[in-house]
């Protein structure tokens, strides 16, 4: 049974970070967006050139430990900033739903719940992720 805890690889050698619990919310809110330029001729008739479809989704994860949260800056600051690829796994346990993404973000804004009891705190973060169909 699918338990939707998400995983990200990158790099090469690949790091791994891994969840501890699911996205809140809707964690499949795709938006599917096509890139398309259209122009009209001297002639009146309208031309489209196609270039590509991409899609989008935006996940959700809250009480993020300060253990995660560092990873997740490393990974935003050593490799998402900079416009690499990503393999985001929807769920860990299942291989079939990988994907891979770039960043869409060009900011890193956990946001802090509270304190935890190793002198860190708890976090929230979305993320929102864009991939070439």
Known sequence: MANLV??????????????????TGDNLNERNRANARTTISTGGV??????YNSQEITVNF????QTLIDSLRTFFEDHASKGLEFTYFEDKDVPAS????????KDFSPK??????LGGHIWDLRLTMRRTL
Do not use: C, H, M, V
Request: glycine residues 2%.
């Open 6 to 23: 998400p995983q990200i690889e990158y790099g090469s050698p690949t790091t791994t970070i891994t969840f501890e619990l699911p996205p």
């Open 46 to 51: 309208e031309q489209t050139q196609w270039n």
């Open 62 to 65: 809250t009480f993020l430990t």
């Open 98 to 105: 990988a994907n891979t993404y770039t960043l869409r973000q």
């Open 112 to 117: 802090k719940l509270f304190p935890d009891d």
